[in-house]
């Protein structure tokens, strides 16, 4: 794990522990917080394969002559795996929302 990566981790379990606050909730602290480190995780992966598919389209743009279908491709990669990341932070969000407000 590198640093930056161990720096991330720690800072993303902290917003996790920090909405676990004790409050009336459906969901439990031990229900919550797997489901909130899953999610994170799942993130960072959408993340990843957007950066990765972008060096992967900028390869492609840069090959004599360049090759447009892997570049159509790869763009849309990238569009999907944009949508998947945006898709998880919003129900991140809504997580963490009916955690602190408990519903």
Avoid: Q
């Avoid at 917003?15 to 799942?42: G, N, Q, Y």
């Avoid at 960072?44 to 279908?69: K, Q």
């Amino acid at each position: 794990m590198t640093m930056t990566h161990a720096m991330t981790r720690s800072r993303d379990d902290r917003v996790c522990a920090s909405v676990l606050t004790p409050r009336p909730s459906r969901a439990s602290a031990a229900d919550f917080t797997p489901t909130c480190d899953a999610r994170i995780h799942e993130l960072a992966d959408a993340i990843a394969a957007t950066v990765i598919g972008a060096y992967a389209g900028s390869n492609w743009l840069r090959a004599e002559p360049p090759n447009l279908e892997e570049i159509r491709l790869a763009l849309d990669g990238i569009a999907k795996d944009g949508k998947r990341a945006y898709d998880m932070v919003v129900e991140l969000r809504a997580l963490m929302t009916e955690r602190v407000h408990g519903g």
